[in-house]
């Protein structure tokens, strides 16, 4: 929808015109867009669409339980990189901001282009099709065939003329854990990515649209748990060239491990625990409560296959209890995949292990001999890894730390510490 003034509806933190309003027809939880984005937020992504479900009133007749959502596009609260103009032809001013997707119906807009390699379809949502200049579009193009020919190029992996000169792996790493947690198989039908000004990197988001995430396609029902990873699966859909793009990125060692660092990192930390998960599902069953009753009042599917439904549950109740099922065995499953043992690696809080910061330097002590110690950023990149016995003294750039200490002799020890 398309409001006449800039407003912030229901205090979400966009103050803009452009609004969606989401039906989930096919979600008969009429949750699963939020536990989505609910999980982005954990996974700390730039930016995560602001969403809440709503009962929509139209002329006096009640027409269902909604999902008012930001529409994604380039705005303060919004994705956040610089504006152009149509006078900005020319470099620095041209080199951003833009937002992209990877579209596999890109061919129905009216402003895109496939790749000059595998024919990778990208519609160009910012600058808006109405407003883009074609020095524009051939600069935006220009730079997805380079980071195109990157990965596909003879030595991607090299740190300089590889895919990570134009790829940001932290927000591709986040994006892809989201994606793979949820279980969408549309991952790379549509994968949103923006460019800011000076940065030839593309960084990965927000992400969008998980109606049929969370066991819920037929084609995939149940998702099997010998699956390592959904988006490589031979019946997933992806738009051309897309699977082969992701292929070349998870096969590079280097890669593979910051995937690997960063979903332990969260799993230390609780942050996407079976636990934290079920939680938000149970949260939204019980907002949701009261309205979906009214919702399937209106629209009587409840025992009916609509959109890619793969079963029927039989009640608001037994769809629910799908979701939290899938949940306990995908995070098993990555678990297994990352040989994550959430039993042994449960935290322990060892009280007589010490550790404290003294201007730059992380100090510890109390430790036992030959004890594993981790320090990752807050984006959960290993910062160093290796063994201290009895004390541990060492100087860090300043900022905020997880610390990691696996005692075999009393445990598991996690904490968050500031360097001055």
């Known amino acids: 929808m398309k409001l006449y003034n800039k407003v912030s509806l229901l205090d979400l933190p966009a103050k803009e015109k452009n609004w969606t309003l989401i039906n989930n ?8 867009n939020l536990l989505a984005f609910d999980l982005s937020k954990r996974l700390e992504m730039k930016y995560t669409p602001a969403g809440v479900p709503v009962n929509v009133f139209l002329n006096g007749e009640y027409k269902g339980c909604y999902q008012l959502c930001d529409q994604i596009e380039v705005e303060p609260g919004r994705v956040e990189v610089e504006k152009m103009n149509t ?3 020319t470099l620095p001013a041209m080199s951003g901001g833009y937002l992209i997707e990877i579209d596999g119906y890109a061919y129905q807009e009216s402003s895109w282009f496939t790749s000059a390699q595998y024919g990778i379809p990208v519609t160009i949502k ?5 407003e883009i200049v074609m020095a524009q ?17 003879s030595n991607p992996y090299d740190p300089q003329r590889g895919f990570r000169r134009y790829l940001d792996t932290k927000t591709f790493i986040r994006h892809f854990l989201v994606n793979e947690i949820s279980g969408n198989t549309d991952t790379y039908w549509s994968t949103y990515m923006f460019k800011y000004m000076n940065d030839d990197h593309f960084y990965v988001g927000p992400v969008w649209d998980f109606d049929l ?3 819920n396609i037929d084609i995939f029902y149940p998702i099997d748990d010998s699956i390592e990873w959904i988006y490589s699966e031979k019946r997933k859909k992806s738009a051309n060239g897309m699977k082969e793009f992701v292929n070349i990125i998870m096969s590079d060692p280097e890669f593979y491990q910051e995937l690997k660092e960063t979903y332990i990192s969260y799993r230390y930390s609780n942050v996407i625990s079976v636990e934290e998960l079920l939680k938000v599902v149970d949260y ?7 309205s979906q009753q009214l919702n399937f009042m209106r629209w009587k599917i409840m025992d009916k296959i609509v959109h890619e439904n793969p079963v029927i549950h039989g009640s608001y109740e037994a769809e629910v209890n799908n979701i939290k099922s899938y949940i306990e065995r995908r995070i098993k499953r990555i678990d297994e995949i990352f040989e994550y043992d959430a039993v042994s690696n449960k935290q ?35 910062i160093y890894s290796g063994f201290a016995s009895e004390s541990f003294t060492r100087s860090f750039n300043k900022g905020f730390y997880i610390v990691k200490i696996v005692d075999k002799e009393y445990g598991i020890k996690l904490q968050k510490i500031a360097l001055y």
Do not use: C
Request: charged share 25%; glycine share 6%; aromatic share 14%.
């Open 348 to 382: 322990i809080n060892i009280s007589h292990i010490n550790v404290w910061s003294n201007n730059n330097s992380l100090n510890i002590n109390g430790l036992s001999d030959n004890a594993s110690l981790y320090v990752y950023d807050l984006t959960g990149k290993t």
């Open 137 to 153: 579009y051939n600069y935006i193009k220009k730079q997805f065939n380079a980071l195109e020919t990157a990965v596909f190029g």
């Open 25 to 32: 027809y096919g979600d008969k939880t009429l949750m699963r």
């Open 213 to 215: 995430a969370y066991d």
């Open 87 to 89: 006078t900005d032809i």
């Open 126 to 130: 910012y600058p808006k099709d109405d």
């Open 284 to 290: 939204y069953a019980e907002e949701l409560d009261e």
